[in-house]
């Protein structure tokens, strides 16, 4: 079974407005991390936000702000004012365990387009 | 604060031959992981590296390996190429035991297998 889930292969959205990227994940470890991270054509991967499993307040940077429901294991990127350099494939990735391995297990991205 | 640096940025090599790539992380972090980005099967974990030790290793083939070194600095290795092998191949850096969850990439090592 996939760990994370983006639904969404692509996305548009006009430039100035909102735009909301869907990630799903399964886990039975209590403890896990999730990020999302930006990779453009040139292909770096760009962190964008970070939301502990414990966390009690959904984490925000900038125009990124991540909508943590926990119950429905659910972590979805919002990104508000669309500007045209968001234009990229955007990862949602998950660590599981605090302590442990590093190692992420990402989603299949989503090619989000920001039209003029 | 200098990012993740990995070099080389391209290479191109012939099937059969090796390849060498390297990772610097970040000041300070001592974790180094590695992944495989390919169209048809996404990211996908090669190894993390932990002050000179591999924690965890994902489910490729012996051919590909890697090491850190006292200065946290990774290389992985791949030998005997494949044409399967040409990926965009990067390389994250996290704080691991110095506080702080993020982890932070390079921009990647593209490789072609001609």
């Known amino acids: 079974a996939q760990k994370i889930t983006q639904t969404q292969p692509g996305m548009f959205v006009q430039e100035k407005e909102a735009v909301t990227l869907d990630c799903t994940y399964d886990t039975s470890d209590p403890s896990y991390g999730l990020f999302w991270y930006k990779q453009p054509s040139s292909g770096e991967m760009i962190f964008l936000i970070y939301q502990g499993s414990y966390d009690q307040q959904n984490a925000t940077e900038g125009r990124y702000s991540l909508n943590f429901q926990k119950a429905r294991k659910s972590a979805n990127l919002v990104i508000s004012a669309s500007q045209l350099g968001d234009s990229a494939m955007y990862f949602c990735?998950?660590?599981?365990?605090?302590?442990?391995?590093?190692?992420?297990?990402f989603g299949k991205g989503t090619k989000l387009t920001v039209n003029p | 604060k200098a990012g993740v640096t990995q070099t080389p940025r391209y290479l191109i090599k012939t099937r059969g031959q090796q390849v060498t790539l390297s990772c610097s992380p970040i000041s300070g972090h001592r974790s180094v992981s590695w992944y495989q980005q390919t169209p048809g099967q996404g990211l996908q974990f090669l190894f993390e590296y932990f002050s000179e030790t591999q924690r965890n290793k994902g489910n490729f083939p012996g051919r590909f390996s890697g090491r850190q070194f006292s200065n946290s600095r990774s290389e992985m290795n791949v030998s005997t190429l494949e044409l399967g092998d040409s990926a965009l191949y990067l390389c994250a850096s996290s704080p691991k035991g110095q506080g702080g969850s993020e982890a932070f990439f390079g921009q990647g090592t593209r490789l072609t297998v001609v």
């Open positions: 990735a998950m660590r599981e365990g605090q302590g442990g391995s590093e190692k992420l297990v």
